[in-house]
């Protein structure tokens, strides 16, 4: 028997070379839960699925769908009584699901069963919705990486409006608005944000716009809301342009500007008053950081994250 004999290293090592040879090897299981996908074989519920004038059945596995999602385990596997038994259900179970694209849940499915969804763009917005009704975050997720690959300038302020409500996520397209904020803020885009994401917006460090560019900017927007909403408004046209500006003008880092943008594009809105605008022509004329740090004034004083990282890119070397 000592001829079978191996010593301790060549058996570990034998060991080892097997269990790489087991992580090594492809998983297929999403394969095989894809053949299930609407199949009816040993399928034990069926949705009903209507929108309108469309219509249609799907078949499911309620194990693969409640360990998925706690709203379809809610629906598929009643809750205990008080006797602390489970209802009887009767199997096949039938579920209908009414006000839902039937394409959007077929998709829905898809993603449940492989992990893996084929998104339309005519669909995104549902897909989104119903991503977050049967808390599907794998479909949640696939939404938001298709939405980031079709960022652009033109509609990198619509997605961002959208994503708080869609996706559940205030800070989509940041990045991007970030990078390219002195073209995404000429946008129609711009305009028409909601004042709660402007307000998000205009907080945001990593701008790299110039300073005076986001005032002009804002103005624009003011102007136009009041066009929109100033029956709703007090006061004239001034006045109501004032009153909206109210909210906003703290988010704006006047200090940051040089003393030709204020001249030009601040000082004649008369948005300011006459305090603030002399605290801005004593701050331009400190010469040094510490006697502007020292200085007191109604106004954030330092550059944005953003400019600085701006400022920095342009004055490289090439």
Avoid at 77 to 84: A, E, I, N, T
Avoid at 133 to 157: G, H, P
Avoid at 255 to 283: C, N, R, S, W
Wanted: proline share 4%; with cysteine; glycine share 4%.
């Amino acid at each position: 028997m000592l001829h079978n004999f191996k010593p301790k290293e060549e058996k570990k090592k034998e060991f080892d070379d097997e269990e790489d040879e087991v992580e090594e090897r492809p998983l297929y299981l999403a394969d095989f839960l894809g053949k299930l996908v609407n199949n009816p074989a040993r399928s034990d519920v069926t949705f009903l699925v209507s929108k309108g004038e469309k219509k249609e059945s799907f078949h499911g596995h309620r194990i693969i769908l409640a360990a998925a999602s706690k709203i379809f385990e809610a629906m598929l596997y009643p809750l205990k009584g008080s006797d602390g038994e489970r209802p009887k259900v009767t199997l096949p179970m039938t579920i209908s699901i009414a006000d839902t694209e039937p394409e959007v849940f077929k998709l829905l499915l898809q993603c449940v069963y492989t992990d893996n969804v084929e998104i339309d763009p005519a669909f995104l917005g549902t897909l989104i919705n119903i991503s977050h009704k049967y808390q599907i975050e794998k479909l949640q997720l696939a939404c938001s990486e298709f939405m980031e690959k079709d960022v652009n300038t033109e509609n990198a302020l619509e997605l961002f409006e959208m994503a708080p409500a869609l996706l559940g996520d205030d800070e989509f397209g940041l990045p991007f608005i970030r990078d390219n904020s002195d073209d995404v803020l000429q946008t129609e885009a711009f305009l028409k944000l909601s004042p709660a994401r402007l307000k998000y917006l205009l907080a945001d460090e990593g701008l790299g716009c110039e300073e005076s560019t986001l005032f002009v900017a804002l103005k624009k927007w003011v102007d136009n809301y009041v066009a929109k909403h100033g029956e709703d408004l007090k006061g004239t046209e001034t006045e109501k342009k004032k009153t909206v500006f109210k909210d906003y003008l703290p988010l704006i880092r006047f200090p940051t500007m040089d003393l030709e943008d204020i001249a030009t594009h601040v000082a004649p809105t008369g948005l300011l008053d006459e305090k603030q605008m002399l605290q801005l022509y004593q701050f331009c004329a400190l010469r040094t950081d510490e006697e502007k740090e020292k200085f007191t004034i109604d106004f954030n004083t330092h550059k944005r994250s953003g400019q600085k990282k701006k400022v920095k890119k342009e004055g490289q070397k090439t």
